[in-house]
């Protein structure tokens, strides 16, 4: 029996795939050699798979955890009639790498677009793990582990904070809360955590943000629900 090596993360950005990865690095301590699609994808004809030809080679010479981001770049859907021949011979051919890769290199490849994915990509990953969006709860987690490490209390429950931060990413969660210290840092003990977290969520609920259709808005997705159903941005200006 060998031990399963190929890992498939898919979910929105913000939520972790990257991290996940680099935690499975640390874990197993094994360097993380994370694929460069700039220096990867070629113009010529073979060039691609050549290069792809040297990266398994590589990746095969010594234990590591290969890290595939953004993975539909390369592994996309065969049968998609815009694509040209160049780009069903790297699929096909990386397929193939795959699975020639020993067990002692882990390869890991992350999405946000899943559905673009080869049908055939999805066979060759043991490990298929979903990474959506977090709910409130799972939010208040991590804003409680910021606020647990903060010199002042933050004058409003971490459960409180994640509702009035929305429908947001982990990432977006963890940058609101490095705003946060920033300010107190910068302050020099002259301005109160509680007075820039409260600051902070006023300016968190005017930002601006992109909505389902493309158009962006400047009303917060946590916002009052009358306040986003009225006329467009065009309409109303």
């Not at 080679?57 to 065969?78: H, I, M, Q």
């Not at 677009?113 to 977090?134: G, K, T, Y």
């Amino acid at each position: 029996m060998q031990p399963r090596h190929r890992v498939l993360l898919s979910g929105p950005p913000g939520n972790g795939k990257t991290s996940l990865a680099e935690a499975i690095a640390e874990g197993l301590a094994l360097p993380l050699l994370t694929v460069r699609y700039d220096a990867l994808v070629g113009a010529y004809l073979g060039e691609t798979n050549a290069r792809l030809a040297k990266l398994f080679e590589f990746a095969r010479s010594t234990p590591c955890v290969l890290f595939f981001d953004e993975f539909d770049a390369v592994g996309k859907e065969r049968g998609d009639v815009h694509e040209t021949g160049e780009i069903k011979r790297v699929v096909s051919f990386l397929l193939m790498q795959l699975d020639q890769l020993p067990s002692y290199v882990v390869a890991v490849a992350a999405t946000n677009h899943a559905e673009l994915l080869d049908r055939a990509v999805w066979r060759r990953f043991q490990l298929r793990i979903d990474m959506p969006a977090p709910d409130v709860d799972r939010r208040a987690v991590l804003v409680s582990r910021f606020f647990d490490a903060w010199p002042e209390p933050a004058g409003i429950s971490p459960l409180q904070a994640a509702k009035r931060l929305g429908d947001v990413s982990f990432a977006e969660v963890f940058e609101f809360c490095q705003n946060v210290r920033r300010r107190h840092i910068l302050s020099i003990g002259g301005d109160s955590l509680r007075r820039i977290v409260a600051e902070e969520l006023e300016l968190w609920a005017s930002r601006v943000t992109l909505w389902a259709d493309g158009r962006t808005s400047a009303v917060s997705p946590s916002a009052p629900r009358r306040a986003r159903a009225g006329r467009s941005p065009e309409k109303s200006a």
